[in-house]
């Protein structure tokens, strides 16, 4: 009996062999294409979400971080159109209050820091310590006009290519304001806020004890 199922038995472990492989081919070849059409999906969704709302816009992991980077050294322009490197504008005084308006930033955050600048100016210390520079990616004629009115049209520069903002990360829509040396080194970031100018206030008391003890 056992020697008449002998070629059933060989036949059926074969047949078993057989299936084991078979359904180890399939279970390989589920691991392999479940991630990537994983994969699939979340590069599909990622990009409706991007035709939805725009592209996700990467700006520094925080503000802090620009503190202690160099400013590039780009051609800004002065009120009349003639270029002037950005190094030079810092030979001015021992640090700078520099504000920085990128392409798609609100007026409204600009303007609402130069007004303060007009009443907290006074307050800080005088001769060669501290200059205020406005560099705009936008080419902002009526900050422009405001600044006139306060006497600083001087201080006012475009960066139409928007060549110092890309160099430092700063998000197309936010203002900042930086306190930077002689040597482009940023001492501090401040980004604005179009609720009004208390971030630029707390700003300002900072960049004030800063200069005072450094005399």
């Not at 279970?27 to 979340?42: A, G, I």
């Not at 322009?77 to 520099?98: C, M, P, T, W, Y």
């Not at 139409?160 to 930086?178: D, F, K, M, S």
Request: aromatic share 6%.
């Amino acid at each position: 009996m056992a020697a008449m199922n002998r070629p059933a038995l060989r036949g059926l472990a074969r047949s078993g062999v057989l299936w084991v492989a078979v359904v180890t081919a399939a279970f390989t070849t589920y691991l392999n294409v479940k991630p990537n059409s994983e994969l699939r999906q979340l590069r599909q969704g990622a990009d409706e979400r991007e035709k939805e709302s725009g592209p996700v816009e990467l700006g520094p992991l925080g503000y802090d971080s620009i503190e202690g980077a160099r400013v590039p050294n780009a051609t800004v322009s002065d009120a009349f159109g003639r270029g002037v490197e950005f190094s030079k504008l810092l030979q001015l005084a021992n640090h700078s209050i520099v504000i920085l308006e990128p392409l798609f930033a609100c007026s409204s955050c600009l303007e609402d820091a130069l007004g303060l600048w007009e009443n907290e100016a006074p307050l800080h210390p005088g001769g060669r310590n501290l200059e205020i520079l406005v560099v705009s990616a936008t080419n902002n004629r009526q900050a422009l006009r405001l600044m006139r009115q306060l006497n600083l049209d001087q201080s006012y520069y475009s960066d139409l290519r928007g060549e110092i903002c890309n160099g430092l990360q700063i998000p197309l829509t936010t203002t900042v304001a930086l306190l930077v040396d002689r040597q482009r080194r940023v001492i501090y970031a401040q980004p604005l806020s179009s609720k009004g100018p208390d971030h630029f206030r707390s700003f300002l008391q900072k960049v004030r004890r800063y200069v005072q003890s450094e005399g």
